[in-house]
């Protein structure tokens, strides 16, 4: 089969998905167990204490935490292999936020308003996608630094007080929802609950983008890949990007009565609060 | 831009989703009992207590759960204890007449952590309020609400029968001996000094909270809200935008 008669390209190499599959895991461990703890009297952490036993969920925390850890650390070293030797692996700066995507986010809120035609022309990676990069590092590093205290009250004590303790849980308590949200509302809807790939998109477990995908969120990489001869223009001829098919539009207006009820749940249980 | 149009595309679900955020606010939720505080206000006669301690201040134990357990109580160091004005039974309900009768005669009362965990239900009783919420929403409240018995319970900062108030160097959580209550084998062993720099039995939602917690908090709720405010109209706006598309088409 000849490259470029392919109707997709490969986004992500084995390294990118079984790194992303580690951070999936060790999220899901953590939000489940965590969450758990953090609304314990709710019928569902009820239910989940039932079963698995408070002392377990801890287990399950900790051996999550000691994942994502361990993930982050992997990142860093393969990071910085593939920088130093770069000839023989490949090394991106396309996760380098730039002037770019200040400018694209002020297009985006112009066309989410409705001000401007066509969604901003969007590299390898959109300033949404690299701010939840940088998110995960800025994440890492407080519920890392307020999560081993909890764990280990005992040594973190002979470095904090009491009270920068009980700090540090309030901190982890909460920066657990900060992360939630964008998390199960920001980067789910992107890449699951999104109509255009609902149920989801494939780049995570076969690292595929379709050509008509990328053509519609990550346009300036499809136009430099085509330029380059790496991709066949020929292919997506007289494609439309941006429609749906009419099932898909039943589910956009579905999604959009969830998850505007889940965004007014969210500002009628913040609110107050915030402003108490 | 039809912006007439624009609005009414956007109305209809949005509406609809709000419709279903009063739902599900309209669950009732878990409003806090009224307390029974104050029960304090009635005082006792420990003149009863001396008819306890005609046995229990001798040195006896028995056998509960395969576990040789002492039966003494120290009348003396009670009776100076913030509670020796008030007689055993307030705590001791299961101690009844039939007790009396027939002291041999198990009581039905769990031992060891179990123990602990039945009767720091009972001090809440009347040290209702701020202690018994700001425990709630403490690490070792949620851990022994969910049945991790491991955790601290009143008792085991507090002590039993020998309870003073903080502010007496004797006491148990005074704070030259918290951080000692705090570091034994059991529980957080060899617990450094800061652990007693701080406050107990706080709320940091609340203003009554030391600032520098309240304000943490604050910040946090502040942060989700943004969060909130970011997250959500590009979702449900991205959404539109999508129902749009094609229109006309």
Redesign the interface.
């Known amino acids: 089969m000849k490259k470029h008669k392919q109707n997709y390209v490969q986004r992500w190499n084995l390294q990118h998905r079984l790194q992303h599959g580690a951070l999936a895991l060790s999220m899901v461990g953590l939000i489940v167990s965590g969450l758990a703890i953090k609304y314990h009297t709710a019928a569902w952490a009820k239910g989940w204490f039932s079963l698995i036993g408070f002392h377990k969920n801890l287990i399950l925390h900790k051996a999550s935490a000691t994942l994502l850890v361990a993930v982050s650390i992997y990142h860093v070293a393969w990071l910085l292999v593939s920088w130093m030797k770069e000839r023989s692996h490949p090394f991106s700066w396309a996760m380098m936020p730039n002037l770019d995507d200040v400018k694209h986010a002020g297009q985006h809120m112009a066309y989410l308003l409705n001000l401007r035609k066509e969604p901003p022309h969007y590299g390898r990676y959109t300033y949404l996608e690299k701010f939840e990069y940088l998110s995960i590092i800025w994440g890492m590093v407080v519920m890392g630094l307020t999560g081993f205290s909890l764990w280990l009250p005992e040594t973190m004590g002979n470095f904090f007080t009491r009270e920068i303790l009980d700090m540090f849980r309030i901190i982890h308590g909460n920066e657990a929802v900060v992360a939630c949200i964008a998390l199960l509302y920001g980067h789910f809807f992107s890449v699951h609950f999104n109509p255009a790939v609902f149920p989801s998109s494939p780049v995570w477990y076969n690292g595929k983008i379709s050509l008509e995908h990328m053509m519609e969120e990550h346009p300036a990489e499809y136009q430099r890949m085509v330029e380059a001869g790496q991709i066949d223009a020929a292919t997506m001829a007289g494609a439309q990007p941006h429609g749906l098919s009419p099932a898909r539009k039943v589910l956009a207006f579905v999604e959009l009565i969830i998850y505007s009820a889940i965004f007014y749940w969210l500002l009628i249980s913040y609110l107050p609060k915030a402003l108490a | 831009?039809n912006l007439a149009r624009?609005i009414r595309a956007a109305a209809l679900?949005?509406l609809?989703?709000?419709l279903?955020?009063?739902g599900?606010?309209l669950n009732p939720g878990?409003a806090s009992a009224a307390s029974n505080a104050s029960q304090l206000a009635v005082p006792s006669e420990p003149e009863e207590n001396k008819a306890c301690l005609e046995c229990h201040s001798k040195n006896e134990t028995m056998t509960r759960d395969g576990k040789e357990i002492s039966v003494h109580v120290d009348g003396a160091e009670y009776g100076e204890s913030v509670h020796g004005i008030i007689s055993c039974v307030r705590c001791h309900a299961e101690a009844g007449p039939e007790h009396a009768a027939d002291p041999t005669k198990p009581l039905n009362l769990p031992t060891g952590r179990d123990l602990a965990v039945l009767k720091s239900q009972g001090c809440v009783k009347c040290h209702a309020g701020p202690y018994e919420e700001s425990y709630k929403l403490s690490?070792h409240g949620?851990?022994v609400?969910?049945?991790?018995n491991?955790a601290a319970t009143c008792v085991d900062c507090h002590g039993v029968h020998n309870i003073l108030p903080s502010r007496n160097t004797a006491s148990a959580v005074s704070p030259e001996n918290l951080a000692g209550t705090c570091?034994t084998a059991e529980c957080?062993?060899?617990?450094?000094e800061?652990?007693?720099?701080?406050?107990e039995h706080?709320i940091?939602?609340e203003k009554s909270a030391?600032p520098?917690?309240h304000l943490?908090?604050?910040f946090?709720?502040?942060?989700?809200?943004f969060?909130?405010?970011k997250?959500?109209?590009?979702?449900?706006?991205?959404?539109?935008?999508?129902?749009?598309?094609?229109r006309g088409?």
């Open positions: 831009m624009w679900p949005i609809g989703g709000l279903l955020a009063g599900l606010m878990t690490f949620v851990a609400a969910n049945g991790d491991r570091g957080h062993q060899n617990a450094p800061n652990f007693a720099k701080g406050k706080v940091a939602s030391p520098a917690l943490v908090y604050k946090f709720m502040i942060l989700i809200l969060d909130t405010m997250d959500g109209p590009i979702v449900m706006f991205e959404l539109l935008r999508r129902l749009q598309a094609g088409h």
